[in-house]
């Protein structure tokens, strides 16, 4: 019931709006703290190229490789619970599809208003596929590139034309958490500021989608075995039913114990459903 009361608001949010900002999701300390771990790597990390990512732009991933502190925004427990709620109707698992940070430099020109479905040639308007979250590791203020976000540009609304309606700033501070589906038309606006504004985004899609970040070379085996087994399992290593994402015919959480010693053979791993035809289908065979 907790987990439910936790979602509700905020689904609703999402349902009605396409996005909503959950204010103080966490300690502004600690975002403080996950900012000066990244510091390094944004001083290293060199401007993006293209108009897309940004040329006043840096970015980087594999978050949960650089700071394990990373693991407390990727596994938020409410805003994990609304990913999986927000997509349980078109998937048996949810996994995680991008953890990257954003350092927004002076002078960055707004980003093209684009929705994130769009990397995948599925269904419009009928399926979400994905749940966004930007976190700032900065203020994010109008005049430094703040998330621009267009109010009820989602689901069905994504087959229409662009809305002519001005977009919400999504003004926030460290520790908000903006969330957006995958339909949201939204963008970065521009850095008429002397700041850098920085942030991260983390993003989960359906379980048997390919994803934005390719997790297994992100967190091979070897660093995956480290990992709590809640989050090796986000980041790709359990099957998605029917027999998604296998190893030798098997679930890839195998590979968590090392590699294996013999041969594997391979297991059914079935939804209900398809597991009753399967049975039902055999039976008869064998009559």
């Known amino acids: 019931m907790r987990r439910d009361r936790i979602v509700a608001g905020p689904a609703e949010e999402l349902s009605e709006r396409g996005y909503c900002i959950l204010r103080g999701a966490l300690p502004a300390a600690e975002v403080a703290a996950f900012d000066c771990a990244l510091a390094p790597a944004f001083a290293e990390t060199p401007f993006c190229e293209g108009g897309f990512y940004g040329e006043r732009t840096k970015r980087f991933g594999r978050l949960l490789a650089r700071s394990r502190d990373a693991d407390r925004f990727v596994r938020h427990r409410q805003i994990l619970a609304l990913a999986e709620r927000i997509l349980a109707p078109w998937c048996d698992t949810i996994q995680l599809n991008l953890s990257q940070a954003i350092a927004l430099h002076p002078d960055a020109p707004s980003q093209l208003p684009h929705r994130d479905q769009d990397m995948w040639r599925g269904t419009i308007g009928e399926v979400e596929y994905l749940v966004n979250v930007m976190w700032p590791l900065t203020d994010y203020r109008a005049d430094n590139g703040a998330t621009l976000i267009w109010p009820g540009s989602h689901g069905a609304a994504a087959l229409a034309a662009p809305p002519e309606a001005p977009p919400v700033v999504a003004e926030m501070a460290p520790g908000d958490a903006l969330i957006f589906l995958g339909s949201t038309l939204h963008g970065a606006g ?9 942030g991260m985004i983390v993003s989960y899609c359906l379980g048997w989608l390919k994803p934005y970040e390719n997790q297994w070379l992100a967190y091979p085996p070897t660093l995956a075995r480290t990992f709590p087994r809640a989050l090796a399992d986000l980041v790709g290593y359990r099957q998605h039913r029917p027999n998604l994402g ?42």
């Open 190 to 198: 521009g850095n008429r500021s002397s700041d850098v504004r920085r």
């Open 246 to 287: 296998n190893y030798e015919g098997q679930c890839p959480s195998v590979l968590l114990d090392g590699p294996p010693d013999s041969p594997l053979g391979a297991i059914d791993a079935l939804r209900p459903d398809q597991t009753a035809l399967v049975d039902a289908f055999v039976a008869d065979q064998r009559r």
